[in-house]
Nanobody, 120 residues
Framework: QVQLVESGGGLVQAGGSLRLSCTAS????????MGWYRQAPGKQRELVAT???????DYANSVKGRFTISRDNAERTVYLQMNSLKPEDTAVYHC??????????????WGQGTQVIVSS
């Protein structure tokens, strides 16, 4: 059984910072790309950032220059450093990872989500 567990969300004032973490656990053979998505109330889930095993990253235009995604392959953890937060960043942030479990093909797994609220 593979699980993704997120932490680090919370309430912050505009201009502040938060760091999200997501750790994968279970019977894992290999982890491919990892990333963060977010879903604001009444909106569809959207991509925030992704990072490959080799560290290549990609960002949504709305967060470029403010957010930084990174990963620790040994710890099976992906991070999202969020700086200069804006009220429009308020959302539930979900971790995503493409994981090959032992005896299974690669598939996408999702964390339960962590709430980020940015007050103006």
């Amino acid at each position: 059984q593979v699980q993704l567990v997120e932490s680090g969300g919370g309430l912050v004032q505009a201009g502040g910072s938060l760091r999200l973490s997501c750790t994968a656990s279970g019977s894992i053979f290999n982890i491919n790309a990892m990333g963060w998505y977010r879903q604001a109330p009444g909106k569809q889930r959207e991509l925030v950032a992704t990072v490959t095993t080799g560290g290549n990253s990609d960002y949504a235009n709305s967060v470029k220059g403010r957010f930084t995604i990174s990963r620790d392959n040994a710890e099976r953890t992906v991070y999202l450093q969020m700086n200069s937060l804006k009220p429009e960043d308020t959302a539930v942030y979900h971790c995503n990872a493409n994981i090959e479990a032992w005896g299974d093909r690669s598939r996408d797994y999702w964390g339960q989500g962590t709430q980020v609220i940015v007050s103006s």
